[in-house]
């Protein structure tokens, strides 16, 4: 027969053990959630190596060619401040780079 002091410190070991196993779970959940998050970003934002402060290059809906500094880098949009002291908001996707910081 089994005794019930026995059985009572199995059961709290099993729930331990349970309950470690889901905040492990939790934990694995959480990590691939983020990195799911990442890749979605790296996918809709084709930024590349741009970054702020560097030098770059774009052609305007005029078709003239624009250059200055990225201030800020969005998924969408990234702030550019040409050489001429205007203020641009340009697709990543339109941008060369000319120079890093």
Not at 5 to 12: A, E, F, G, N, P
Not at 23 to 35: I, S, Y
Not at 47 to 54: A, E, K, P, W
Request: aromatic letters at 2%; one cysteine or more.
């Amino acid at each position: 027969m089994n005794d019930p002091q026995k059985v009572t410190s199995r059961l709290v070991v099993a729930r331990s053990y349970a309950t470690v196993l889901l905040q492990a779970r939790k934990e694995v959940l959480n990590q691939m959630t983020r990195l799911v998050q990442i890749a979605r970003l790296l996918v809709r934002c084709p930024r590349g190596n741009h970054h702020g402060l560097d030098r770059v290059q774009f052609t305007a809906s005029d078709g003239s060619v624009k250059s200055g500094i990225v201030l800020r880098l969005n998924m969408k949009t990234a702030s550019v401040h040409n050489d001429e002291g205007q203020n641009w908001k340009v697709s990543p996707g339109l941008l060369l780079k000319i120079a890093t910081r």
